[in-house]
T-cell receptor, first 113, second 111 residues
């Protein structure tokens, strides 16, 4: 079955460490997105990519980095520069333009300890 | 400024008690309006896309409608399994095709 897979589901990180969240899709979607979801706040866009080897900053890109070396994969690195990294992270994909909606993964909950 | 406002923030219904959720939007040219359902600890699940005023879409007990200023998600005779947070998002015309998200309505349906 086609879908989008995020791993791990739960992740714990010590302060000062970088950590990478995985996102893989087999939907043949061109575009991929990373969102952050915090209680009481709407989904906030971190980075997005509309084509391989190209990506753009979203609304809250500071302290994060991404790569898009393959169409299927869009990993997100949370760096030590991110001041408040504890959150629920969601990856999504869509056909180019996104007019038919996004398909989301099941999320990764990152906790800094 | 493009904006999406959902109301109410939370809604509690008895099983079988129909109601509606509202999504008001201001955007410089609507490309599409999206409804999603999100269960706790999971990613949003796509429900509907609406493109133009007057359009309606249905899926089981859910029906989404669209006007030039707002969208309604009507829930007919809800069941406890309809309990979830319902999210609305809009996409504006133009080169920037990012979605603008509302904060959601948390729906609880009591048996």
């Amino acid at each position: 079955d086609g879908g989008i897979t995020q791993s791990p589901k739960y992740l714990f990180r010590k302060e000062g460490q970088n950590v990478t969240l995985s996102c893989e899709q087999n939907l043949n979607h061109d575009a991929m997105y990373w969102y952050r979801q915090d209680p009481g706040q709407g989904l906030r866009l971190i980075y997005y990519s509309q084509i391989v080897n190209d990506f753009q900053k979203g609304d809250i890109a500071e302290g994060y980095s991404v790569s898009r070396e393959k169409k299927e994969s869009f990993p997100l690195t949370v760096t030590s520069a991110q001041k408040n990294p504890t959150a629920f992270y969601l990856c999504a994909s869509s056909m180019s333009g996104g007019e038919n909606g996004y398909t989301f993964g099941s999320g990764t909950r990152l906790t800094v300890v | 400024e493009d904006q999406v406002t959902q109301s109410p923030e939370a809604l509690r219904l008895q099983e079988g008690e129909s109601s509606s959720l509202n999504c008001s939007y201001t955007v410089s040219g609507l490309r599409g309006l999206f409804w999603y359902r999100q269960d706790p600890g999971k990613g949003p699940e796509f429900l509907f896309t609406l493109y133009s005023a007057g359009e309606e879409k249905e899926k089981e007990r859910l029906k989404a409608t669209l006007t030039k200023k707002e969208s309604f998600l009507h829930i007919t005779a809800p069941k406890p399994e309809d309990s979830a947070t319902y999210l609305c998002a809009v996409q504006a015309r133009g080169n920037n095709r990012k979605l603008i998200w509302g904060l959601g309505t948390s729906l609880a349906v009591n048996p």
